[in-house]
T-cell receptor, first 115, second 111 residues
Framework: GDSVTQMEGPVTLSEEAFLTINCTYT??????LFWYVQYPGEGLQLLLK?????DKGSNKGFEATYRKETTSFHLEKGSVQVSDSAVYFC??????????????FGKGTLLTVNP | DGGITQSPKYLFRKEGQNVTLSCEQN?????MYWYRQDPGQGLRLIYY???????QKGDIAEGYSVSREKKESFPLTVTSAQKNPTAFYLC??????????FGSGTRLTVV
């Protein structure tokens, strides 16, 4: 079945440091890939997505590129801020379109950014 | 504003008691989902529904039940058969933009 493996946390960085959170996946087809962010006590919010190989998703300074050859979707940000402290989830969906599909999530990576 | 409303935000259950978590959406999305979140385990799918009056079991459906009588509503009942119900429960919907929309969650604690 489908699975997502992401970097074990927690990750602790100083403000303005470079961030990488690794994510690799196993899927039988050609999945869409996502990064979600969860702030304390809240639900998840979509951070960025990529729907086909070599696509780059980006939002709020975060980027991730869909690498089919390495089955990876690593999250990066050049300069983190204290407000980026949250749990980050990598996820995939096998469905190619429409509104009904299931997401498979990684276990999440807790990021703490210190001033 | 369109969105998902989960209630209550905090819920306490006694041993042997059934409790129902509410999830209401006004996004006009067909599909709705319930996930359970435990520390260090990520999100696990309990049940999902792609259309009114139809739903399917997810990966950890034992001890839970759902109904989908209206497009807007997808309540989750945690039954006494669920032996370890303490967790954070998240409801989500999906639309045409390849993204899920999540509610703010219900934290259930067994007392």
């Amino acid at each position: 079945g489908d699975s997502v493996t992401q970097m074990e946390g927690p990750v602790t960085l100083s403000e303005e440091a470079f961030l990488t959170i690794n994510c690799t996946y196993t899927a039988t087809g050609y999945p869409s890939l996502f990064w979600y962010v969860q702030y304390p006590g809240e639900g998840l919010q979509l951070l960025l997505k990529a729907t086909k190989a070599d696509d780059k998703g980006s939002n709020k300074g975060f980027e991730a590129t869909y690498r089919k050859e390495t089955t990876s979707f690593h999250l990066e940000k050049g300069s983190v801020q204290v407000s980026d402290s949250a749990v980050y989830f990598c996820a995939l969906s096998e469905n190619s379109g429409g509104s009904n599909y299931k997401l498979t999530f990684g276990k999440g990576t807790l990021l703490t950014v210190n001033p | 504003d369109g969105g998902i409303t989960q209630s209550p935000k905090y819920l306490f259950r006694k041993e042997g008691q059934n409790v129902t978590l509410s999830c209401e959406q006004n996004l006009n999305h067909d599909a709705m989902y319930w996930y359970r979140q435990d520390p260090g385990q990520g999100l696990r799918l309990i049940y999902y529904s792609q259309i009114v009056n139809d739903f399917q079991k997810g990966d950890i459906a034992e001890g839970y039940s759902v109904s989908r009588e209206k497009k807007e509503s997808f309540p989750l009942t945690v039954t006494s058969a669920q032996k370890n119900p303490t967790a954070f429960y998240l409801c989500a919907t999906s639309g045409q933009n390849y993204g899920y929309t999540f509610g703010s969650g219900t934290r259930l604690t067994v007392v």
